[in-house]
């Protein structure tokens, strides 16, 4: 396969794609808007308060854009049946054009992220499209691996994920790239679940230690639709997410984890909006980092609960265990709440150490110190890791995390 | 079940103190607006030596070239040039009561003060408009070496002391408001308490603006030296007027080794003041700086009392209240930074929204490298009244040490339901539960008051809550 390359990202090069891809004049289109909004959309500088705690000097925006994407290597256990797509957006734009066109919508990305939400509409090269259709429940977990070869280059996937009507589904993304060079992943995600669906999405990220990993996610959250998302951050030099989840019909339910597991040089920004736009919706967000070396997390996620809503449920805790004395930690959980019928609301965030009598009981049951301290990591992602119910994906997400927190069988080696 | 409240939809909002007094217009002596002209003209105006002239020019210049805050509350409302910067009511500070010009006396009789004197105070600076008239401090109090006064009065009869310490803890250039302050303060109370001594009674000080668009710029100085301990309680009240009033006072805080501060402030501007306060607390080893900040007039308040703990073991604590009724914007928080090891801090913020108000808690916990064994608590709770009051919380967290526990929760409620049936269920009517609800909400507060400014909070959020208690 070989990859074409666009060093600057302009009007031109987002052209090119549609050339190089063979795409219709439809999509040709919607890039070219979305090219002309990432342009009148100014991008952070810095004094924004989501963008205050991330210097985006280093992003190499010049890096090589993957115009032929990497493939989307997919498993399906049992194969896919009733009418459910999961596959590469490419593939489902030439066998699927009347639904990616339905649902590529034209919607602004979340405010802080509206540039970076712009030109990967506008330049994406690969993905996913996922589809499943009404009242259709896909059994087992789908999974789809995206491997990067090229750390230097840009790659600026889409994966668009529709659950249509009182439909289920699981599915797990994962991203990894070799170590070495800078580059820009900037993935965006979009997952949309329309009455009644259930949909229990994971996203792996490992990539490469030079890369920088600025995307951001939508999730709009139908009437008693249920979405779990769960964010676990491994990889990267940097880390810059967008979260944007709107609870956008009545009686919506929303999970928002996320496991973050940093050390030497990390920086990990996490920007969180949990829009409470409709009465009785549920919206609970739990973020748990693990802090080593000169690791930094910041987390800025802001509840709004809109004005005129009934007997919203929100809650939004931050927690991060600080392992090294030159770790740090920015929590910043904001409400604004316009509405008084309110249910529940509140957040809560704590960053320290590990409780020195938590250590030493481990010790004096004959563990070592790292032993020790890595079982207390392990107990307290347990509160995250148990809300997973997926098996597969538990298994995935613990198996990625050994590398820092190692596994429960090491206690018993 | 949603809960319709009819009683909570339509209280008043009322302001009990909007009475002004027309004699107290007819002194003045500035005319509104700023240029270093009128910098000047202040500065020589009171008699003051070279280096707070230049002090005064320089902060205006810093003034000058700052741009207006673009977070926080809505401040475009604010026309430096149509505010009066400086009006002495009289020429001199007073010490008998019975010199004290009667329309003057008039507006404070109706505050209370010579009562509260009687029984509670140790001395009284009060502020009419910008000048300090009226001062009295206990003999005991003189004897022990304790100083109370006036600041401007302050920087004439102790000059060292004055320059050693005015504007360390908020440089001229700190903030734009402050750097307003700095240039055109006038009053304020300056305080300082000698080694050990303990000051067992509160001094409190009462300010008024009470000329339309008046500026309020009083600086308040205090000096807890080692070993020391002092509780300093400033209240406010101002007549109501249609346009807008700006107050933006600077209060600095030095709390030296094993040495104990609190302040407390019941703020009651009337709802058409700006009232933009920087304050800050500076506290070494073994001290303990406790704010304790109440905020229920004005039409927008932005301040947040911070503390930095400077030395090993020092504690701060920020207590806060805010109540904001229709139109009204109160931004309130606290700050402490972690400067030094084994420090703890307590922020504990409540708030209650009414009508169309909107609270907001904006705050800072900051721990640097090195501080180890800090801890921080930070807890905010709101209370929303109305359909159309709004709350807000801002908590900012900047965690650079490991070995440290810092946590911060925060919840936003209604008055409840089953809150308000339970009661009504023991013979109360809807209004008096909804009242008592939110008199234990703010309880944790009020309870740190002294006990005649806890009578004054339950009786001014009583009058916020007029409609609602029938």
């Known amino acids: ?413 | 079940m949603a809960l319709p409240n009819p009683a909570l939809t339509q209280i008043p909002d009322s302001y009990k103190y909007g009475w002004n007094d027309p004699e107290a217009t007819s002194l003045n002596i500035a005319q509104r607006g700023l240029s270093a002209d009128i910098v000047e003209g202040i500065s020589r105006f009171k008699g003051e030596p070279e280096w707070m002239t230049k002090l005064r020019l320089k902060a205006y210049r810093h003034f000058e070239a700052r741009p207006m805050p673009q977070w926080g509350a809505d401040l475009s409302g604010i026309d430096f040039q149509d505010i009066f910067y400086y009006i002495a009511p009289t020429n001199k500070a007073v010490q008998s009561w019975d010199d004290v010009p009667d329309y003057i006396r008039r507006t404070y009789d109706r505050l209370g003060i010579p009562e509260a004197e009687k029984k509670y105070l140790a001395g009284v600076g009060g502020q009419y408009d910008s000048e300090v008239v009226y001062h009295n401090i206990r003999e005991d109090l003189e004897k022990q070496g304790v100083i109370f006064l006036g600041t401007d009065e302050a920087l004439k009869t102790h000059p060292e002391i004055f320059r050693e310490y005015f504007g360390t803890v908020i440089p001229a250039n700190d903030n734009k408001l402050a750097a307003l302050n700095t240039a055109v303060w006038s009053g304020g109370s300056f305080i300082y308490v000698p080694k050990g001594v303990h000051v067992e009674l509160p001094l409190q000080a009462y300010f008024r603006i009470n000329t339309e668009n008046m500026g309020q710029f009083e600086r308040t100085l205090i000096i807890a030296d080692e070993g020391s301990s002092v509780h300093y309680v400033e209240g406010c009240t101002a007549p109501t007027y249609s346009t807008a009033s700006l107050h933006s006072a600077v209060v600095e805080i030095i709390v030296k080794k094993g040495a104990r501060v609190r302040y407390t402030t019941i703020q009651n501007w009337s709802h058409n003041v700006y009232n933009l306060v920087t304050k800050r607390a500076v506290a070494y080893e073994d001290a303990v700086m406790e704010w304790v900040d109440g905020n229920l007039g004005s039409k927008v308040t932005m301040k947040y009392p911070s503390i930095y703990l400077l030395g090993e073991r020092a504690h701060g604590e920020v207590l806060s209240i805010a109540f904001a009724g229709s139109e009204q914007h109160q931004d309130a928080g606290g700050k402490v930074i972690h400067a030094a090891p084994n420090t703890t801090s307590l922020i504990t913020s409540k708030s209650i929204s009414k009508g169309t108000g909107r609270t907001s808690y904006r705050g800072l916990v900051k721990v640097y490298p090195g501080c180890e064994k800090s801890k921080s608590t930070v807890r905010c709770d709101a209370l929303i009244l109305d359909e159309e009051a709004r709350s807000d919380t801002y908590p900012y967290m900047e965690i650079d040490e490991e070995d440290v526990t810092i946590g911060h929760e925060a919840t936003v409620s209604k008055v409840g339901s089953e809150q308000l049936f339970y009661l009504m269920s023991r013979g109360l009517s809807e209004a008096e539960a909804a009242a008592m609800i939110v008199n234990g909400f703010i309880e944790p507060i009020v309870k740190e008051l002294p006990m005649e400014y806890a009578v004054e909070m339950n009786r001014l959020i009583q009058l916020q809550m007029e409609g609602a208690v029938g």
Not at chain 1, 47 to 52: D, G, K, S, V, Y
Not at chain 1, 113 to 142: I, K, M, N
Not at chain 1, 156 to 175: H, K
Not at chain 1, 357 to 380: C, K, N, P, S
């Open chain 1, 1 to 413: 396969m070989t990859t074409a390359t666009a060093t600057t990202l302009d009007a031109e090069a987002i052209g090119r794609i549609s050339d190089h891809l063979d795409e219709p004049d439809w999509l040709r289109e919607h890039r070219a808007a979305w090219w002309e909004r990432a342009g009148r959309t100014p991008a952070p500088t810095g004094q924004e308060e989501e963008w205050r705690r991330t210097d985006l000097a280093g992003l190499p925006r010049n890096g090589e854009l993957l115009v032929d994407a990497p493939q989307l290597i997919i498993n399906v256990p049992g194969g896919l049946r009733d009418g459910v797509i999961l596959t590469d957006i490419r593939t489902a734009v030439r066998q699927h054009p009347e639904l990616v066109r339905r649902f590529l919508d034209a919607r602004q990305g979340q405010a802080s992220h509206a540039h970076f939400w712009a030109v990967a509409q506008a330049a994406w090269t690969g993905g996913l499209f996922c589809y499943v259709p009404r009242g259709v429940s896909v059994d087992g977990t789908l999974v789809a691996r995206t491997s990067l070869t090229d750390a230097s280059a840009t790659y600026l996937p889409i994966s668009l994920i529709v659950a249509d009507e009182d439909s289920s589904i699981t599915l797990l993304e994962e991203v990894t790239s070799p170590d070495g060079a800078a580059g820009w992943f900037g993935g965006i995600v979009e997952i949309q679940a329309a009455r009644g669906a259930r949909v229990r999405y994971a996203n792996l990220q490992q990539l490469g230690d030079g890369a920088w990993n600025v995307g951001a996610q939508r999730v709009v959250v139908g009437q008693d639709a249920i979405v779990t998302t769960l964010n676990a951050e491994v990889g990267s030099k940097v880390t810059k997410v967008g979260l944007d989840v709107q609870m956008a019909g009545p009686g919506g339910v929303s999970k928002v984890l996320g496991i973050l597991a940093a050390g030497d040089d990390q920086q990990i920004d996490i920007n969180t909006v949990q829009d409470l736009a409709a009465d009785h919706t549920t919206s609970d967000l739990l973020y748990l980092s693990a802090l080593y070396d000169r690791a930094h997390a910041s987390f800025y996620g802001v509840t709004n609960v809109r004005k005129g809503t009934r007997q919203t449920s929100s809650y939004q805790e931050c927690r991060n265990l600080l392992l090294s004395p030159q770790a740090g930690a920015e929590p910043i959980p904001v409400l604004e709440i316009e509405a008084n019928d309110i249910l529940r609301c509140g957040h809560g965030a704590t960053a320290g150490a590990i409780d020195p009598t938590q250590l030493f009981y481990a010790q004096t049951r004959g563990l070592d110190h790292d032993a020790a301290e890595r079982m207390i990591v392990r107990g307290f992602f347990e509160q995250v890791v148990a809300k997973i119910e997926d098996e597969t994906i538990r298994g995935r997400v613990l198996a990625a995390l050994a590398g820092r927190i190692g596994t429960s069988e090491d206690l018993a080696a």
